[in-house]
């Protein structure tokens, strides 16, 4: 398992032709061993790795980041009356399925925010619920289940969960870029046309709540299954 960290460091920057230092906040992806004091040199730098991801040649492809987007020097940044839980915490017309092509990153959690494990679950909240969601997770009915509605099915699961035993709401997001349709297919296959969904987990979106005809639907960010149009 990992976490992860935001480092201090100096950016410099030409402005008006003055350079000026600025800090800047860098994430940092903290394996097993990388060591406090030392992060940028024994850390992997989150950019690094989305630069290493968006480079492979596969036109379908998914990143899955199960750990705190919060921590400081490795450990997460919770408020006094979260850090009894220390111990436990660590994102088109229509294109058939054989021509689209995604590169995903599911993010167990936002940037600053902290994620979770329980030992009731054995795991991780987050990747306890993507796994069930990889089955039970066919949020538009067509036989098929992609890791877009896998992890949808985990958002409210997680979040859910979170907040009844930890009093704190862990929110999945994700960073996509689809062409298409999902092509990322992890049980399943697709046996007929599936009913309406939207999905958008833009930070714009941030709350807003889905209404058609005036009956709510659901708030972003996460699919919302419709009901077909006339």
């Keep these: 398992s990992s976490h992860g960290t935001l480092t201090n460091e100096q ?17 940092y992806v903290l394996t097993s061993d990388a060591r406090e004091g030392r992060v940028p040199d024994s850390a992997i730098a989150l950019h690094k790795l989305l630069d290493w991801f968006e480079r492979l040649p596969s036109s379908r492809k998914v990143l899955i980041l199960d750990m705190c987007h919060s921590g400081i020097a490795g450990k997460s940044q919770l408020s006094p009356e979260q850090a009894s839980l220390l111990k ?23 940037m600053g925010s902290s994620s979770f494990e329980d030992d009731g679950l054995q795991n991780s909240v987050y990747t306890h619920y993507l796994l069930k969601g990889m089955t ?3 949020m538009n009915a067509d036989g098929a289940v992609t890791i877009s509605e896998a992890h949808n099915y985990a958002i409210d699961k997680t ?15 994700t960073y996509s870029k689809i062409l298409g349709r999902d092509p990322i297919v992890v049980s ?3 046996r007929q046309p599936g009913i309406p969904t939207v999905f958008s987990y833009a930070s714009v979106n941030q709350g807003v709540e889905v209404f058609v005809d005036g009956a709510y639907k659901g708030m972003l960010p996460k699919g919302i299954q419709l009901s077909p149009g006339k």
């Design 11 to 27: 950016l410099t920057v030409i402005r008006d032709g003055v350079k000026v230092v600025e800090p800047r906040k860098v994430p």
């Design 88 to 110: 436990s915490a660590k994102g088109v017309n229509y294109v058939p399925l054989e021509d689209s092509s995604a590169a995903i990153v599911l993010a167990s959690c936002p």
């Design 136 to 138: 039970a997770g066919d």
């Design 159 to 173: 979040r859910a969960y979170t907040w009844e035993h930890k009093q704190y709401r862990q929110v999945p997001t």
């Design 188 to 190: 399943g296959r697709p």
